[in-house]
């Protein structure tokens, strides 16, 4: 043994032992308990929502959000760092802790551009139609742009959707009708996605930002309650169905259970410190007074050295 | 100097052979609380080697072929199993208060070794190219954007994959080799006393 060690186990008493062995031996029992429940119960795999599925299964939620982020009305055109400069909605606390602004943007996204403008503009090779829209749209004046927009938006709202047909009324919307069309079929056609993620690096791009977030909120929102998934219902704990997931985090979406705290704008920067100080405070713990005494004031070592001291008093 | 001289002697006094392959062990070590640790060891190892299995096939395997999918359940079981053995080995240090004598390094590092298997689950779930990825990942990315983290981006599977497969096994099995390596060297601490002087630290 170790000098140290020596020294440290100097009057206690030793057993023979063989560690090898006996980490073998859980190694086998904790093998064959993991082998068995992957085979009892396999894995969830439940396959992504497409940009394809949703404009034919739910167009009208489809062209809701292709028009949200023509516009530049979408949450994500002021969503702040690491995608936009304006950092207003950049969470802080206190409101000089906000280590998003720090961080500033490491990921520009100008949604009405990367997720609109620029797969329309490849639509309009493919689509004459398109081509044309696109261009009374960008000579048009900005005042009347918000007029197509927003004649639009209204009727969309009272929009039907007849079997993937969608039926508006007859109305002012300029170019914007054929323009938001222009998107429903270049989705339909399944190119939405890797029209949006073409970046400088193709064909190997591996970075999938810009589709993935075409599709976040109330499109993902709706299945992911479906699925139990939401952040309210402990969703990053869980796999979707049964299975059990990142169950060791739910500490953290406890915290998302609180109405302070998933009320508040800074939800997830409030939920972090606390996590961070929860860290800290574990691994200070042994110098923590108090808290490094717990283990003596709800005494389990005794039933863990039982027979130490059955020994010792022996 | 001798520079082999001087590790000899070091490895003399902090990590000889019996150390590392011990043929005795204090009595006192003889209950449930010494066997957690090793189930983590255990689970840990199944999800490395099951982990390197679905690497070879690249990380569209699982979806298409059944024998993928079955590694795919042995690494997900395996990491609960993992998180299980870890947390009842956490308790069961705490309520030993087995940083005593000096151990605190290996509390420590025990739970930065932790922390960089949280990043870890993560990075693994968001790779797996299904429904629950994609929802985590659009979920995920607002508190590491909030956090200052955006610089790892939920949404970029090139920069998860080599995070994945790569730095973080890289950084758990040295800190995981690091934690035993101590625990090895110092020996395992010694039950609490109950004449309380020596009690605490
Ligand atoms: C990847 C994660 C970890 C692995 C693989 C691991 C593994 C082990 C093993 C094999 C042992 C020796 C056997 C035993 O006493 O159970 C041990 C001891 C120890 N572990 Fe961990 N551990 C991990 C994480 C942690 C964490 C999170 C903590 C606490 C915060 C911790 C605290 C300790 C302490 C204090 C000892 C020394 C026990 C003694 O002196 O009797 N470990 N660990």
Do not use: C
Request: no cysteine.
């Amino acid at each position: 043994m170790s000098k140290r060690s020596e020294a440290y186990l100097s009057g206690v008493p030793m057993e023979r032992y063989d560690m090898i062995r006996e980490g073998l031996i859980v190694l086998s029992v904790v093998t064959l308990v993991i082998v068995l429940l992957a085979a009892f119960f396999g894995t969830p795999d439940y396959p992504t929502v497409t940009a394809k599925e949703v404009a034919t299964k739910q167009p009208l939620l489809f062209l809701d959000r292709s028009l949200s982020y023509f516009s530049g009305q979408s949450g994500l055109q002021t969503y702040g760092p690491p995608y936009t400069k304006d950092d207003q909605n950049a969470q802080a606390v206190f409101g000089f802790i906000s280590p998003a602004r720090w961080v500033g943007v490491v990921s520009p996204v100008n949604a009405q551009q990367d997720l609109a403008m620029k797969p329309l503009e490849r639509i309009a090779v493919l689509n004459p139609e398109v081509a044309t829209a696109l261009a009374a749209y960008k000579q048009a004046s900005p005042d009347q742009q918000q007029n197509w927009i927003k004649n639009y938006a209204v009727a969309l709202k009272k929009a039907t959707d007849d079997n993937g047909k969608v039926i508006l009324a007859q109305g002012d919307y300029g170019p914007v009708a054929g323009l938001m069309n222009g998107m429903l079929k270049l989705a339909r056609a399944g190119l939405l996605e890797r029209a949006l993620d073409s970046s400088a690096l193709l064909p190997y791009d591996l970075n999938n930002t810009k589709s993935l977030l075409f599709l976040e909120g109330p499109i993902e929102n709706r299945v992911a309650q479906h699925l139990n998934e939401l952040g309210s219902q402990w969703g990053m704990t869980n796999e979707m169905g049964p299975y059990p997931g990142a169950w060791w985090l739910w500490p953290y979406a406890f915290l998302y259970q609180l109405p302070g705290i998933v009320n508040s704008p800074n939800a997830d920067l409030i939920t972090g410190l606390i996590m961070a100080a929860a860290f800290f405070i574990l691994i200070f713990l042994p110098v923590i007074p108090g808290l490094n005494r717990i283990p003596y004031l709800i005494p389990v070592y005794r039933l863990i050295w039982r027979d130490w001291y059955r020994r010792s008093k022996d | 100097m001798n520079i082999d001289e001087k590790l000899q002697g070091w490895l003399k006094s902090h990590l000889t052979l019996e150390d590392v392959l011990p043929t005795q062990m204090p009595v006192y070590v003889n209950s449930m609380a010494y066997f957690f640790g090793t189930m983590t060891l255990s689970a840990l190892m199944v999800v490395i080697g099951s982990g390197i299995i679905i690497a070879i096939f690249g990380p569209g395997w699982w979806h298409v072929s059944p024998t993928g999918h079955f590694f795919n359940s042995v690494h997900f079981w395996g990491v609960e199993v993992f998180y299980f053995g870890l947390v009842l080995h956490l308790l069961a240090k705490f309520f030993k208060a087995a940083w005593r004598d000096g151990r605190w390094r290996t509390w420590v590092i025990g739970l930065v070794t932790f922390a960089v298997t949280i990043f870890s689950g993560i990075t693994g779930t968001l790779l797996q190219q299904n429904w629950d990825a994609q929802w985590n990942a659009v979920q995920g990315k607002d508190p590491m954007n909030a956090l200052g983290l955006a610089w790892i981006n939920a949404m970029d599977p090139g920069q998860l994959l080599t995070l994945h497969v790569a730095l973080l096994p890289f950084l758990i099995v040295l800190f995981a080799a690091i934690h035993i390596g101590i625990v090895r060297s110092e020996s395992p601490v010694r039950p609490i006393e109950r004449s309380r002087k020596e009690e605490v630290r």
